[in-house]
């Protein structure tokens, strides 16, 4: 699975691997109820058509998660609240709790489902997860769904021991710290101070102007290149982002879409466990 940005994890499994299809089957495929504002579910890695919810190739087990939201903008509520209040020919200026909770139940079954999938690469060799999502909202909306639906699984972050801001402020002062990792032109800048933030593009980093600014600012993102094969974003909370593969096998034609995603989870699963154990051996 071709993944454009990433957070890892540690995870530890409380059951076998036989358990975890029939523990997400039991909350896979199911459809957002008229009155649920979200709803989480298992679904098959293929996508559509396919009642497959586990997939294991190698030492990688995949799974995908389904968020289903119901979006109701806020606006709409009010104003058929302010016309349900209206009708009953009470003229407060401010509308009525009650008014808003009637039009809520009225318009939740109406609202369109919005679908967002989170795919989930485990690495059950080294114990770690690779996600293809860094937005903070849902993955904590997740792990508080995993932990109610599927208690069998938990995530803690990453042991590291060294701070990643310090270890991208060695790389821009042109340390080396990993001979599998070099630099790229491209970096932020942040003052911890205030919310001003420097973002440099296609710049020789270790230029006197720059080497100025790293004396009064932190570094939050860096663009680097894991051997000459992967290059990214990383930022200062070790999420990855901006993701891209080059000279890497081109895929053979697939007959089916099963295909295909078997093909992208035995190529792109090992460059992942690969490059982000360089990482954190760069921040232990």
């Known amino acids: 699975m071709k993944f454009r940005s990433l957070q890892v994890y540690q995870y530890t499994l409380d059951c076998d691997l036989e358990s975890i299809e029939p523990i997400a089957q039991k909350r896979a ?3 957002c109820g008229p009155f649920e504002k979200e709803l989480w579910t298992w679904t098959s890695p293929y996508g559509r058509g396919s009642d497959t919810v586990v997939r294991m190739i190698n030492q990688y087990l995949v799974l995908t998660l389904e968020k289903q939201n ?3 903008p806020t606006d ?3 104003q058929e609240a302010f016309d349900r209040q209206k009708q009953a020919a009470e003229d407060n200026e401010k509308i009525q709790k009650k008014y808003i909770h009637q039009a809520t139940e009225y318009l939740l079954p109406k609202a369109f489902i919005k679908k967002k999938h989170i795919r989930l690469i485990f690495d059950t060799k080294l114990n770690l997860v690779f996600i293809d999502n860094t937005s903070k ?3 904590d909306s997740m792990f ?4 109610k639906n599927f208690s069998q699984l938990t995530f803690k972050p990453v042991t590291i021991e060294k701070q990643p801001k310090d270890i991208m402020r060695s790389l821009l002062h042109g340390e080396s710290v990993s001979d599998q990792i070099s630099l790229e032109g491209d970096c932020e800048l942040k003052d911890d ?3 001003a933030v420097v973002s440099i593009k296609n710049q020789e980093l270790q230029t006197q102007s720059i080497q100025n600014l790293l004396l009064e600012k932190s570094v939050s993102k860096i663009a680097l290149r894991w051997n ?3 290059s990214f974003v990383l930022q200062d909370d070790l999420k990855i982002s901006r993701l891209k593969f080059h000279d890497l096998e081109q ?3 697939a007959e089916n879409n099963t295909e295909k995603v078997d093909y992208e989870i035995a190529i792109y699963s090992p460059i992942y466990s690969s490059f982000t154990t360089e990482l954190l051996k760069i921040f232990s």
């Open 251 to 253: 895929a053979p034609d």
């Open 70 to 72: 119901r979006i109701l």
């Open 29 to 31: 495929f199911m459809t």
């Open 228 to 230: 000459d094969s992967v």
């Open 76 to 78: 709409v509520i009010m």
């Open 193 to 195: 101070n205030s919310p």
């Open 137 to 139: 909202s849902i993955c």
């Open 144 to 147: 508080i769904w995993l932990k």
